[in-house]
């Protein structure tokens, strides 16, 4: 019994020391961070497509017969941060990620960040690639889009990566990242991207730690028994060799509840906060996720026209090929597919993005064009048209 409390002692000792040094580690990673560079445009992680469109239309305040233009700009030298001069009439809307070269520089979609830059002429600005959640020490770069409008062009003089900040800056960087949510995917929310740390999976990592300490505990445990073993050979050493077992068994068990634990720890907050979210967006807008109008836009066609088989519907948006599928499901038996597919045989077009215009009863979307009449508008710039029989 006396044995059993001086090893609890012991270890409610070693966990002590070891929270203490853990706590002035990040005391002093804290204390030592270098300041923020004061041309640091501020940023925010992209949960949907709808957000960009819908950040540069507010920014550019296109008109009917301006387009909307991005430029792709692609630096593979890593780095700490984006230095941009420019001159431009109008706020720049800027889409930015670390690029991976194992994607011949192409990028994750879950960690872009979108940010604005502002007019002025002779601008000199800075973009964090350390607040992107896929940021490491070695990253392989980074992808810039910049949009503009094609009356007001950006004159972009140059774009370099920088290398800045000590050590604690960057480990303080990956410690942040995971306070960082993870994102819901809307097509599918089994489709998750898992917390990463300095471009490792925090399961990957905590997985490596549940083996070593289990490797180190089952180490400590059976030379405990072999000292044991050496002093009792008969019976009660028998017997002395079950209860180390099951003490064993115990301790395997609870270094699993506790590693499970830590990850369960950390995804449920993220899991609650984007269910309420998404029961809210339903409840206040009938939209879900990144949707936008989509439901709206059904229920109004369903209210409106008795849909059979063979009715085809053309989607028109920037994600709709995803947005297709779904109305598949929602306007069943008729049938939805991207506007290109079928926009010459469609008897409706839904329109998904707000840029879609109607001039003198023809209805313009992505290029595609064709005489109609509008049905509905929606509250995210979406739009319900029946198509003129075609000729």
């Known amino acids: 019994m006396m044995a059993s409390s001086s090893r609890a002692r012991r270890s409610i000792l070693i966990v002590t020391v070891f929270l203490l040094c853990m706590g002035a580690a990040l005391v002093e990673l804290f204390l030592f961070r270098t300041a923020p560079d004061p041309r640091e445009i501020q940023a925010t992680i992209v ?15 296109p008109s009917a017969h301006q387009d909307i233009q991005s430029r792709h700009e692609v630096l593979p030298l890593p780095g700490t941060q984006l230095r941009i001069r420019y001159s431009a009439a109008l706020p720049v809307p800027v889409l930015y990620a670390v ?3 194992a994607l011949a520089q192409g990028y994750d ?41 094609d009356d007001q062009p950006v004159n ?14 960057r480990v303080w960087s990956m410690l942040a990242q995971l306070r960082r949510s993870e994102p819901w995917q809307v097509s599918s929310q089994s489709v998750l991207r898992g917390y990463v740390m300095g471009g490792m999976s925090w399961a990957f990592v905590l997985g490596v730690g549940f083996v070593a300490v289990i490797i180190g505990m089952m180490g400590v445990r059976g030379m405990e028994w072999v000292q044991s073993k050496k002093k009792t050979i008969n019976s009660p050493g028998e017997q002395a060799y079950g209860l180390r ?51 709206l836009v059904a229920d109004a ?49 839904i329109a998904t993005l707000p840029e879609w215009q109607f001039d003198r009863g023809e209805f313009f979307c992505d290029g595609l064009h ?15 048209v029946r198509f003129s029989p075609s000729h």
């Open 47 to 61: 949960q949907s497509g709808e957000q960009v469109t819908t950040l540069v239309q507010r920014v550019l305040h």
């Open 99 to 101: 690029a991976d070269a």
């Open 109 to 149: 979609d879950a960690n872009m960040l979108l940010g604005v830059l502002p007019a002025g002429q002779d601008r000199d600005e800075v973009l964090s690639l350390r607040a992107l959640p896929g940021w490491q020490p070695r990253g392989a770069g980074a992808v810039l889009y910049l949009f503009q409008r």
């Open 156 to 169: 972009l003089r140059t774009i370099a990566v920088e290398d800045r900040g000590n050590l604690a800056d």
């Open 245 to 295: 077992l099951k003490s064993i068994v115990r301790h395997f068990l609870l270094v699993i509840v506790l590693f499970v634990g830590f990850y369960q720890l950390r995804f449920l907050p993220d899991a609650v906060a984007s269910s309420f979210l998404q029961v809210h967006r339903w409840e206040t807008e009938h939209a879900y996720g990144g949707t936008g109008d989509v439901y």
């Open 301 to 349: 066609l369903r209210s409106q026209t008795i849909l059979t088989p063979g009715i085809a519907v053309a989607v028109c948006g920037h994600n709709h090929g995803v947005e297709a599928k779904i109305l598949r499901y929602l306007l069943f038996p008729a049938d939805a597919f991207p506007s290109e597919q079928v926009w010459q045989r469609a008897a409706f077009v």
């Open 370 to 384: 064709r005489p109609g009449k509008i049905l509905g508008r929606f509250p995210h710039g979406g739009a319900l």
